[in-house]
Nanobody, 127 residues
Framework: VQLQASGGGLVQAGGSLRLSCTAS????????MGWFRQAPGKEREFVAA????????FYADSVKGRFTISRDSAKNTMYLQMNSPKPEDTAVYYC?????????????????????WGQGTQVTVSS
């Protein structure tokens, strides 16, 4: 599975931005896809995840109510709509793919539980 993330850039605080992640290859094995982010000097952290078949969603507390994760199964594409971003949302955003069964919180929120990763897209939020 190959993942291509796009849509990052510079956005003002309070604005909006939409990230996309398109999967190619053995996409029929998709079970969960997620977004993580990594700021300079910090560990990679969970942002949001979505189950591919049922569309169940999971969010980190820091983005709940501001970001929305969605997917278009026909296009093998996942989205992250970022509304009212804050300067502390500045990071490289990575999309990730999990092909194994399991979508509990301790799975979807853990980097080691994902099988494939995209290359990352930079999001910079100015104040």
């Amino acid at each position: 599975v190959q993942l291509q993330a796009s849509g990052g850039g510079l956005v003002q605080a309070g604005g909006s931005l939409r990230l996309s992640c398109t999967a190619s290859g053995r996409t029929f094995t998709t079970y969960v896809m997620g977004w993580f982010r990594q700021a300079p000097g910090k560990e990679r952290e969970f942002v949001a995840a979505i189950t591919w078949n049922g569309g169940s969603t999971f969010y980190a507390d820091s983005v709940k109510g501001r970001f929305t994760i969605s997917r278009d199964s026909a296009k093998n594409t996942m989205y992250l709509q970022m509304n009212s971003p804050k300067p502390e949302d500045t990071a490289v955003y990575y999309c990730a793919h999990r092909q194994s069964y399991g979508s509990t919180w301790n799975i979807v929120g853990t980097t080691a539980k994902y099988d494939y990763w995209g290359q990352g897209t930079q999001v910079t939020v100015s104040s």
